[in-house]
């Protein structure tokens, strides 16, 4: 892959559309923006109306064409977007164009390497440019906009700015008397290890919080069979999504739904019901079940009102189901609803609406963190806590330790970037990002 090469892609979406947006990345693009608008002069960021014509001189399409000279662009080097007609003939017509004029397709998150590599944002930016291309509710926009606007990157540089400096005071009182050196320093330094310590620890802490906004909050629906764990599943999706039938143990798999939920995406899950069988096949449905309570943000456990009792694990949240067979409401600690006439509904809804707040802190996570970050952090808080604990005094020890939690923030950010990091976060991305 050359980095020098001009590429191309599809920016908006696939399919056939009213308008698609081509986005064109290289060097020294301004004479091509001229030829595709047929102007002698063209200004950047200026939308021009023109006739597109390959070079044979034939019509391709209408198209509206805008020039970004470097480096006030998205990759840093002038980019040239095209908007046309999103038929895919006049697209592959367009992308056809393209390549006779020595320039080729990208592959997916080029262009943010490319923005990455001439410093337009860093690793935590393009993390949240994953995420936000992905955003299905608000909460997600929100977060995902965030992290890509540049706040968590900030929050990393201010930590691995002063680690940094921590590491080189700790240096210094190595190479100097005490008398050149500020009053109580080995006191500040500690200090301040402790804080960061403290503040890594603290969003550390948030990550249950974070991967529940950007992937989903987990709700299974649990319960022995027949006690109309389908059909209340279906009362809270509102369609009918899984089988409903008097007879026992019809549900055999997991049957799963996606819902948004005070703009947090819920992924519900209706499970096999908990018995003693012999189907092979319904066993399967309840090792499965198992997995699905395991992985479970919250667990809404369902009986009957013929239950006297149920084994309510603590933080489930126990729903008894069928309320409009009995009048009574002898289980306490439970919630009734009838998912045939939607009896209690208003209230179990608002329970998880509660649970939801409760799991995700009102949305309130101090950085956006996944899979790379969440371990790279870790690290930072091990190496940290090492300075803290191990360095007996040695300061030299101190700034090895302090300096390795540095090299962890350094890779969150791409500062300090492998190939295997470089190639994890972008994968992330898609053509035209």
Sequence with gaps: MNSNDTIFALSSGHGKSGVAV???????????????????????????????????????????????????????EDIIEIHSHGAPAVINKIFEFLRTNNM??????EFSRRAFFNNKMDLADVDGLAVLLDAETDKQRISALKSMMGGDG???????????????????????APDDLPANISNTIMQRIKRLYTAISAALAKYKTARAITHGI??????????????LFNRIVGASRAIVSDTPGTTRDVVSANMDIDGYLVNLSDTAG????????????????????????????????????APVVPGEVLVVNKSDTTDSRKIRNAIYVSAKTGDGMPELMHVIKNKINK???????????????????????????????KSNGDYDILAQHVRYAADAIGKILGTIGTDEILAAAFSQLCLGK
Aim: aromatic letters at 6%; charged letters at 25%; a negative charge.
């Design 218 to 231: 987990n709700i299974v629906l649990v319960g022995e069979t027949n006690v109309g764990k389908s059909s």
């Design 22 to 76: 081509i986005r064109i990345s290289g060097n020294n693009l301004h004479d091509f923006a001229k030829k595709i608008t047929g102007r002698d002069t063209l200004a950047p960021r200026h939308a021009y109306f023109t006739n597109l014509r390959d070079d044979a001189g034939e019509i391709i399409d209408q198209c509206v064409v805008i020039y970004f000279a470097t480096p006030h662009s998205f990759t840093g």
């Design 359 to 389: 799991i995700t802190g009102n949305g309130e996570s101090v950085l956006m963190i996944n899979a790379r970050t969440h371990d790279l952090l870790a690290c930072a808080a091990t190496e940290l806590n090492n300075a803290l604990k």
């Design 274 to 309: 908990l018995r003693e069988t012999t189907d092979s096949v319904e066993r399967i449905g309840i090792e499965r079940t198992n997995k699905e309570i395991e992985n479970a943000d919250l667990v809404l456990h369902i009986i009957t009102p013929n239950d006297d009792t």
């Design 104 to 109: 080729r397709i990208a592959t997916p998150g």
């Design 154 to 176: 900030e929050i990393y540089t201010d930590w691995r700015n002063q680690m940094l400096e921590i590491s080189a005071y700790a240096a210094a009182m190595l190479d100097y």
